[in-house]
């Protein structure tokens, strides 16, 4: 009877809570998507359909640097939980299978879907690279399934869209409620320009509008694309989003994004600021075209996912045998601020699913100073856990956490109050010589309300994502500590820390 050795191994490591040793690797993130092994960059494609959430993803199925570019595919039905699944788009005769989208097709508009049923239609940028004298050539293209995403038929009459260029990428397509027409937002890399085009079948598309240049225009745009997010506290009223992914030439140097807020009327997207305004949808280095899921039910929030690196230094990660994550999806909407709607991203409320136990040593004191240690080691060990905390900033000049510390590394995430400046600084987090632009500190503009600085802040073996103020302020970063290194103090130069609460919870690997 093989049955009964088996239960008890099931039932010992389910005891054990283990990870299994395939995602149990140093630097392993416990829970942010990572592929099993191999190579991915930009999420593609993340889309909710029947119950569940797909996420496909740039994915060289051959190694682990950049090449043979196809879309991974993995699903989850929880949003937090997510088992991989065979490749879903190959690269095919030479044509790698570039960033896209999918959409639902709900009314069989494009005369793919069987069976009187949705089916689903991925929307991707086929790469040709160039060869000899023959320039590479981007084109837009589409592939359906009519099995939940499990297999896929490229469409016989691609390209959808062939402008005859070597850099035209990224297409992310959505149904318009306004022109109720499929609109598509694609980048003209070098000229900074996002164009749209509808169609009404998926399959023939004319262009209705163009947007750019306009704030950050180093490098090239990528990535772009264009949601409606609610208003807090605006009784329904939404703005529209604009992202464009920047390569390189962001704010923090590589890879990164920035936004725009304003209206769209099914066929123009309408800047409220002024063209050179710069707003960047995340401070830190680590969070590059992210994307939000089409499809979602009615009363879900919108949620975005990104992939947590950077370009100047992806292919040098000492990770092994896969390279390259997802961030942790984040929940959106727009805030009114002094300066006018701004982005703010909240972690996804499932992540309430994985926590563990809470600190019993939650800290709350009417003041604080230096290196006052926090926390329960054990926690502390596993390098998985959220900590929450709301500091006064009391008469320092700056406060926060030291974190990941052992005697000759930390990571600092602070506050300085009288630059007004989040900061995380991974100069001596642990690794960071594979890259020289890879240790750095990492700031972004903060004006604090009042005087409380509010953190909430996701470690995960090599991540730290922080976000402040509510999620007004997201920085997201790696770091590779050493093993050991546990320890997580205050921080407070200059002066004393006011009042702090925080609070410590485990997060439980997604893998067990
Ligand atoms: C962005 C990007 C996209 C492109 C993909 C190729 O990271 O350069 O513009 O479609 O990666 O892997």
Same mark, same amino acid.
């Given at each position: 009877?093989?049955?009964?050795?088996?239960?008890?191994?099931?039932?010992?490591?389910?005891?054990?809570?283990?990870?299994?040793?395939?995602?149990?690797?140093?630097?392993?993130?416990?829970?942010?998507?990572?592929?099993?092994?191999?190579?991915?960059?930009?999420?593609?494609?993340?889309?909710?359909?029947?119950?569940?959430?797909?996420?496909?993803?740039?994915?060289?199925?051959?190694?682990?640097?950049?090449?043979?570019?196809?879309?991974?595919?993995?699903?989850?039905?929880?949003?937090?939980?997510?088992?991989?699944?065979?490749?879903?788009?190959?690269?095919?005769?030479?044509?790698?299978?570039?960033?896209?989208?999918?959409?639902?097709?709900?009314?069989?508009?494009?005369?793919?879907?069987?069976?009187?049923?949705?089916?689903?239609?991925?929307?991707?940028?086929?790469?040709?690279?160039?060869?000899?004298?023959?320039?590479?050539?981007?084109?837009?293209?589409?592939?359906?399934?009519?099995?939940?995403?499990?297999?896929?038929?490229?469409?016989?009459?691609?390209?959808?869209?062939?402008?005859?260029?070597?850099?035209?990428?990224?297409?992310?397509?959505?149904?318009?409620?306004?022109?109720?027409?499929?609109?598509?937002?694609?980048?003209?890399?070098?000229?900074?320009?996002?164009?749209?085009?509808?169609?009404?079948?998926?399959?023939?598309?004319?262009?209705?509008?163009?947007?750019?240049?306009?704030?950050?225009?180093?490098?090239?745009?990528?990535?772009?694309?264009?949601?409606?997010?609610?208003?807090?506290?605006?009784?329904?009223?939404?703005?529209?989003?604009?992202?464009?992914?920047?390569?390189?030439?962001?704010?923090?140097?590589?890879?990164?994004?920035?936004?725009?807020?304003?209206?769209?009327?099914?066929?123009?997207?309408?800047?409220?600021?002024?063209?050179?305004?710069?707003?960047?949808?995340?401070?830190?280095?680590?969070?590059?075209?992210?994307?939000?899921?089409?499809?979602?039910?009615?009363?879900?929030?919108?949620?975005?996912?990104?992939?947590?690196?950077?370009?100047?230094?992806?292919?040098?990660?000492?990770?092994?045998?896969?390279?390259?994550?997802?961030?942790?999806?984040?929940?959106?909407?727009?805030?009114?601020?002094?300066?006018?709607?701004?982005?703010?991203?909240? /972690?996804? =409320? #499932?992540?309430?699913? *994985?926590?563990?136990?809470?600190? !019993?040593?939650?800290?709350?004191?009417? %003041?604080?100073?230096?290196?006052?240690?926090?926390?329960?080691?054990?926690?502390?060990?596993?390098?998985?856990?959220?900590?929450?905390?709301?500091?006064?900033?009391?008469?320092?000049?700056?406060?926060?956490?030291?974190?990941?510390?052992?005697?000759?590394?930390?990571?600092?995430?602070?506050?300085?109050?009288?630059?007004?400046?989040?900061?995380?600084?991974?100069?001596?987090?642990?690794?960071?010589?594979?890259?020289?632009?890879?240790?750095?500190?990492?700031?972004?503009?903060?004006?604090?309300?009042?005087?409380?600085?509010?953190?909430?802040?996701?470690?995960?073996?090599?991540?730290?994502?922080?976000?402040?103020?509510?999620?007004?302020?997201?920085?997201?970063?790696?770091?590779? /500590?050493? =093993? #050991?290194?546990?320890? *997580?103090?205050?921080?407070?130069? !200059?002066?004393?820390?006011?009042?702090? %609460?925080?609070?410590?919870?485990?997060?439980?690997?997604?893998?067990?």
């Amino acid at each position: 009877m093989l049955i009964w050795p088996l239960l008890l191994v099931f039932i010992a490591l389910w005891a054990q809570n283990a990870t299994p040793p395939a995602y149990n690797q140093p630097y392993r993130p416990q829970f942010h998507f990572s592929p099993r092994e191999y190579w991915t960059n930009d999420p593609n494609g993340v889309v909710h359909f029947e119950g569940e959430y797909h996420l496909f993803f740039q994915y060289n199925p051959l190694g682990d640097q950049w090449g043979h570019m196809s879309w991974g595919h993995a699903v989850s039905r929880d949003l937090v939980h997510w088992q991989q699944l065979p490749v879903a788009l190959a690269e095919k005769n030479g044509v790698m299978i570039f960033t896209g989208s999918t959409v639902i097709d709900e009314h069989n508009t494009s005369g793919f879907c069987t069976g009187g049923k949705p089916c689903m239609v991925a929307i991707y940028t086929g790469h040709t690279p160039e060869s000899g004298a023959r320039p590479a050539l981007q084109t837009q293209n589409i592939a359906y399934s009519n099995d939940r995403g499990r297999t896929w038929k490229k469409y016989s009459g691609n390209p959808v869209l062939n402008l005859n260029m070597s850099d035209f990428r990224d297409p992310k397509v959505f149904w318009s409620q306004q022109s109720r027409r499929w609109v598509m937002g694609v980048s003209l890399p070098n000229d900074h320009k996002v164009r749209f085009y509808g169609s009404a079948d998926l399959k023939r598309w004319t262009q209705i509008s163009e947007f750019g240049p306009a704030g950050a225009t180093d490098g090239q745009w990528e990535c772009p694309e264009l949601f409606e997010l609610p208003i807090e506290g605006g009784g329904g009223a939404t703005r529209w989003v604009l992202k464009v992914g920047l390569n390189p030439g962001a704010l923090q140097g590589g890879s990164g994004e920035q936004y725009f807020v304003g209206q769209f009327d099914g066929t123009k997207f309408q800047n409220d600021n002024p063209a050179s305004l710069q707003l960047w949808t995340d401070y830190g280095k680590d969070c590059y075209c992210a994307l939000t899921f089409n499809g979602l039910p009615r009363n879900q929030r919108a949620v975005m996912i990104g992939w947590m690196d950077n370009w100047q230094y992806a292919a040098q990660l000492p990770t092994s045998p896969w390279r390259g994550q997802m961030t942790f999806p984040r929940s959106l909407s727009l805030r009114k601020t002094a300066e006018g709607l701004r982005l703010v991203q909240e /972690p996804y =409320e #499932g992540l309430k699913r *994985l926590k563990g136990p809470q600190s !019993g040593t939650g800290l709350a004191a009417a %003041s604080f100073g230096d290196a006052q240690s926090f926390g329960n080691t054990d926690m502390l060990q596993t390098h998985t856990f959220l900590l929450h905390s709301e500091m006064k900033t009391g008469d320092a000049q700056q406060i926060g956490w030291r974190l990941l510390a052992d005697s000759s590394h930390y990571t600092l995430v602070g506050y300085d109050t009288q630059r007004h400046k989040l900061f995380v600084d991974r100069t001596h987090s642990g690794l960071t010589s594979f890259s020289k632009d890879f240790p750095a500190t990492i700031e972004a503009p903060l004006v604090l309300q009042g005087d409380t600085l509010s953190l909430d802040i996701l470690v995960d073996r090599c991540s730290v994502e922080v976000f402040a103020d509510g999620g007004q302020v997201t920085s997201t970063n790696l770091v590779f /500590p050493p =093993e #050991g290194a546990n320890g *997580l103090e205050t921080l407070a130069k !200059g002066g004393r820390g006011g009042r702090i %609460s925080a609070s410590m919870t485990e997060i439980r690997s997604i893998w067990e």
